[in-house]
């Protein structure tokens, strides 16, 4: 069982998103539980790459995790779940074709180990990573390879949780930004300095051509390391925790749950 961080709140009565505003949502998929079988929200593709899914428990994960995105999208444009069509660019950055509000609602998601995030926002690029954390990683090579030489420098000064911890703060922000961008980062992850997020939970960084981001660390979970990246500066950044006990409470999570499983 993955035990939430008590700091998310439950969902709002309704949800509505403004320019300014970033909307974070985590989910343990293995609590939920929607069923392949029920989850009729699913495109065709999705329940072809479900079926492809060998392992059951993995299975279960990647159907939950994309009839709850579905559910959330469907509650922030008012489309059905089932009608939503998701578009990706050249590097898997997901999108809603079909968006005609201004400014657009973009969104990101992710998962790892039965835990999945959700980042939503208009108007601005968004981007989100969790990992699990994994002490028996071998990752000295990871950190020569995609880490810069100040980040290098810091985690070589820590030795076993703290310097597990640290990795994963830094990889998850580096993802998190990469996949913001959707463009595959021809500099490549060693050219995104997340160091800073050393001495706060939130940095702002530059990368070329001017171009400015908003990190933000996250903790969903005593397990996770998480961090969610942003276009631009002063983002209300908010963490609900996407429980179905929290989605029943709330009339859109109602709706939505039926929705999917009918």
């Known amino acids: ?20 505003d970033v909307h974070v949502w985590a989910a343990p998929l293995r609590e939920l539980r929607l069923d392949s079988t ?18 059951l428990e993995r299975r279960h994960e990647f159907v939950s995790g994309r009839a709850l995105l579905r559910m959330l999208l469907a509650a922030y ?31 990101n998601a992710t998962r790892s180990h039965g835990l999945a995030l959700y980042a939503f926002a208009r108007g601005r690029e968004v981007g989100v990573d ?10 000295d090579e990871i950190v020569k390879q995609y ?3 100040t980040e290098r420098t810091r985690l070589a000064m820590l030795v076993g949780s703290r310097r597990t911890r640290m990795f994963f703060d830094y990889w998850s922000a580096k993802e998190a930004l990469l996949k913001a961008r959707g463009d595959g980062l021809p500099g490549g992850l060693d050219d995104i300095d997340v160091h800073r997020l050393d001495e706060t939970d939130e940095a702002v960084i530059a990368q070329r051509m001017s171009h400015v981001w908003t990190v933000r660390r996250l903790e969903p979970s005593p397990q996770y390391a998480a961090a969610v990246a942003v276009e631009g500066t002063d983002a209300n950044i908010r963490c609900w ?4 006990g929290g989605l029943l409470s709330s009339t859109w999570g109602a709706r939505g749950v039926a929705a999917v499983l009918r």
């Open 1 to 20: 069982m993955i035990a939430l961080r008590t700091g998310w709140s439950r969902p709002p009565a309704s949800l509505e998103i403004g320019p300014d």
């Open 38 to 55: 029920q989850s009729l929200a699913l495109s065709r593709d999705e329940r072809e790459r479900a079926a492809r899914v060998r392992s």
């Open 77 to 107: 444009t008012g489309t059905p779940a089932a009608s939503v069509r998701i578009a990706y660019g050249p590097f898997g950055k997901p999108a809603l074709p079909e968006c005609d509000v201004v400014p657009r609602l973009t969104f």
């Open 130 to 139: 969790v990992e699990r954390l994994q002490p028996e990683l071998p990752c």
């Open 147 to 149: 880490f810069c030489p």
């Open 241 to 244: 925790d996407l429980t179905l």
